[in-house]
């Protein structure tokens, strides 16, 4: 079993930055790929950007050159540095780790919120 526990979302001016932290528990060491997904109302849920053990990343066409993903793994966190935010960034964040078991866990979901 792991655990996720999101934090740092809220809301934020267009334009402005947030930095989503992602903690992870149990079983830490199963973990593989982690990554952030977000779900806007009315939308499907998407992958804004995605990190391997060794540092292999990946994002989404949308936040590429303004989301910056890390990962600490002494620290088991990833983390999600979103600057120059839109107010189609507007989404439930969600952090995701692909365990070696096959089996996926899901954080709870933190919200942002981009408006003037």
């Known amino acids: 079993q792991v655990q996720l526990v999101e934090s740092g979302g809220g809301f934020v001016q267009p334009g402005g930055s947030l930095r989503l932290s992602c903690a992870a528990s149990g079983l830490t060491y199963t973990i593989n790929q982690m990554g952030w997904y977000r779900q806007a109302p009315g939308k499907e849920r998407e992958l804004a950007a995605s990190?391997?053990?060794?540092?292999?990343?990946d994002y989404a066409d949308s936040v590429k050159g303004r989301f910056d993903i890390s990962r600490d793994n002494a620290k088991n966190t990833v983390y999600l540095q979103m600057n120059s935010l839109k107010p189609e960034d507007t989404a439930v964040y969600s952090c995701?780790?692909?365990?070696?078991?096959?089996?996926?866990?899901w954080g709870q979901g933190t919200q942002v919120t981009v408006s003037s």
């Open positions: 990190i391997t053990p060794v540092g292999s990343i």
């Open positions: 995701n780790a692909d365990l070696i078991s096959g089996r996926v866990s």
